[in-house]
């Protein structure tokens, strides 16, 4: 009998999309659903990006491109990383691929071994493919906690505890999704003077998000000393630049440059030719848009936060960066009868036709962190608000009907109001 791989059994996936086609099957049986669940901007990518592909379009440039990028786009990559984080590279040290997403497997294939019980630790809560492929790599996971009263950030203290003489990787992400939690050179110096212990362990600094920061300014890890030389940043255009779908993104790293283009040799041959050229011109010119799209977002945080935290039963820290709340909803929870926030999840859906992720999609819950859910901001004021409205109508309305005696007029009341709310 033809059988699949233990690997292929085991490959985790990106939650936001099974809750997104979820949502969209709603939406084609007629239901108005909110939709907060998936992360990606919902801004058009800017005039100007989307006419110089069309110009790379018309002129042809439709071909293979060398596999680690066109030189000018390593060119403005490596001018941006001065520009943005201080940092000097050069176009050599850059590669640039399908997206952010596929050098979290290129790192983990380079820096370790399958079957030899090489270490990597990734933050939990955090995306899911970090689990995904080191599992799929044959590396050995090592989840460190984010803690709520931590304002989720990484404890020094506990990753000096978790690294081993088989860690190979650390994987850092600020600003963080799903958490909204953002590192400054403080929070950084203390995790570099435990890495700095640890010759043979390579930095993961996921930044995808690093123009999207609220309150102060993105550093990153590769920027203090000693750091630069085994960090590989990771950024693309996906969220700065409102480019999801373009799937360019870049990862840089001198010592590691030529075997992660061999790497996109081996898999995407090359990022798509006109989409290089559409990047060249958003890193290359006025980053006006960008701004304004931070300020919208913003604007966007204040009010979600704001509305969350009126919510009974809701707690929900001010996200520093990325366009996501992260709320507490654990007494929420309780007072509606909700075995634990997937629960919540998929009632919220059901019953009010608003979409959101829970916690478990971003990895095993932490013992004592209680239950929370992801919103992604990343939506119009109207429909946040109208979202707001609808969770807020939900959870007042599920506490009147479960206090309600059975069979009661309150209670058949109380279920027709949450079910208007499909």
Avoid at 41 to 47: N, S
Wanted: glycine letters at 8%; hydrophobic letters at 45%.
């Amino acid at each position: 009998m033809r059988t699949i791989s233990d690997r292929a059994r085991g490959l985790g996936t990106e939650n936001a999309f099974v809750v997104l086609k979820e949502a969209l099957e709603r939406i084609a049986a007629g239901k108005d659903v909110k939709n907060f669940c998936i992360g990606q901007p919902d801004f058009v990518t800017p005039d100007h990006i989307r006419l110089a592909a069309v110009r790379a379009l018309i002129e042809g440039k439709t071909g293979y491109t060398p596999s680690a990028g066109i030189p000018e786009l390593r060119a403005a990559v490596a001018q941006a990383m001065r520009r943005t984080r201080g940092l000097e590279v050069l176009p050599s040290d850059v590669v640039v691929g399908c997206g952010a997403k596929p050098f979290i497997g290129y790192v983990v294939q380079t820096v370790t071994d399958p079957g030899a019980g090489h270490e990597v630790i990734f933050p939990v809560p955090g995306f899911p493919i970090y689990e995904s492929q080191v599992r799929a790599q044959g590396a050995v996971p090592v989840p460190i906690p984010l803690r709520e009263r931590n304002g989720f950030h990484l404890d020094p203290d506990e990753l000096a505890a978790a690294i081993s003489p088989r860690t190979r990787l650390v994987i850092l992400n600020s600003p963080h999704n799903p958490t909204g939690s953002v590192m400054d050179l403080r929070r950084l110096e203390a995790i570099a003077a435990v890495l700095r212990r640890h010759e043979q362990v390579w930095i993961f600094s996921d930044e995808p998000y690093a123009a999207l920061v609220y309150e102060h300014e993105h550093a990153s890890i590769a920027t203090l000393p000693g750091m630069v030389e085994r960090t590989v940043v990771v950024d693309g255009a996906s969220k700065t630049y409102a480019m999801p779908g373009w799937r360019v993104g870049w990862a840089i790293n001198r010592a590691l440059a030529p075997v992660l283009e061999r790497w996109v040799t081996n898999t995407d041959s090359c990022a798509p030719h006109l989409c290089q050229w559409a990047a060249v011109e958003a890193l290359n010119t006025s980053q006006a848009p960008t701004a304004l799209m931070r300020s919208s977002f913003q604007r966007r945080r204040d009010l979600v936060i704001d509305g969350l935290n009126e919510i009974s039963g809701v707690i929900c820290r001010r996200s520093e960066g990325a366009f996501y709340a992260w709320p507490n909803v654990t007494d929420l929870c309780r007072r509606v009868s909700a075995a634990d926030s997937e629960a919540l999840r998929v009632r919220l859906l059901r019953e009010a036709d608003v979409a959101l992720l829970s916690d478990i999609h971003f990895g095993p819950r932490i013992p004592g962190e209680g239950q929370h859910l992801r919103l992604s901001f990343a939506a119009s004021i109207a429909d946040l608000e109208e979202g707001l409205r609808r969770i807020e109508r939900f959870a007042r309305a599920t506490r009147r009907q479960l206090r309600a005696p059975a069979g009661s007029e309150a209670a058949l009341g109380a279920g027709a109001v949450v079910g208007s709310g499909a």
